[in-house]
C-alpha cells in the first residue's frame, strides 16, 4: 500500500512539474517560427493583442516596456488575436499598422486564436494549469526564466503598471 502510495505521488508531482514548464511554437509574423522554448532562462511577458481594440494604445507601453526590460531579460511578445473580432484582415495589416503607429520592434506572432476549441496550444496549457484564460484584449501572462506562470493580468493592468512591473522585477534572471 504504502508503495501505491509514493508511486502514485511521484507520477503526481511528475505531472505538476511538467504542467508548469510552459511551452510553445507560434508562427511569427515576420515569417518561421517563435519558440517559447528559445527563451528559457529569460522572463517572457506574453500578451494577447487586437489592431482595433480600445485597449490598443497598451502597445506603446508593450514597446516601451521591451526598451527597458529587454537587456535584462524579459521578452515581450504581442500575441495578434481575432478571437474578440478586433484585429486587421491578415498578419500583413497588422505588422504594418504595429510598425507606422507604435514602432514595434518586439517579437510579434502571426493572428492567433488564444480562447475555444481552436486556441493555440500555449493558452490551453495555462488555461489547464491556472484557470486563466483572456477575456478579452491585452491580457498578460509572465512566465519566469524556466518558463512557468507567475502571473497572469487582466485588460486594465498596462504593461508599464507598478503592478506589472514588480512582477517583472521578481523574476528577471
Not at 20 to 48: C, H, K, Y
Request: hydrophobic share 40%; net charge negative; proline share 5%.
Amino acid at each position: 500500500m504504502v508503495r501505491v502510495l509514493l508511486l502514485t505521488a511521484l507520477i503526481l508531482i511528475g505531472r505538476t512539474v511538467q504542467a508548469s514548464q510552459m511551452s510553445g511554437e507560434f508562427p511569427s509574423i515576420d515569417g518561421g517560427t517563435l519558440s517559447i522554448e528559445d527563451w528559457r532562462g529569460q522572463a517572457v511577458l506574453v500578451v494577447n493583442t487586437a489592431s482595433q481594440c480600445g485597449f490598443t494604445g497598451q502597445y506603446e507601453a508593450l514597446q516601451q516596456v521591451h526598451e527597458e526590460y529587454s537587456d535584462r531579460g524579459l521578452v515581450v511578445l504581442a500575441v495578434p488575436s481575432d478571437s474578440f473580432n478586433q484585429e486587421l484582415n491578415s498578419a500583413e495589416d497588422v505588422k504594418q499598422f504595429c510598425d507606422v503607429n507604435f514602432g514595434l520592434t518586439l517579437p510579434m506572432t502571426d493572428i492567433t486564436p488564444v480562447i475555444g476549441p481552436d486556441a493555440h496550444p500555449f493558452y490551453k496549457a495555462v488555461r489547464a494549469e491556472t484557470g486563466f484564460a483572456p477575456r478579452w484584449n491585452f491580457n498578460k501572462v509572465l512566465l519566469d526564466k524556466n518558463g512557468s506562470v507567475v502571473a497572469t493580468f487582466g485588460s486594465n493592468v498596462r504593461p508599464d503598471s507598478s503592478k506589472l512591473l514588480r512582477q517583472v522585477e521578481a523574476v528577471l534572471p
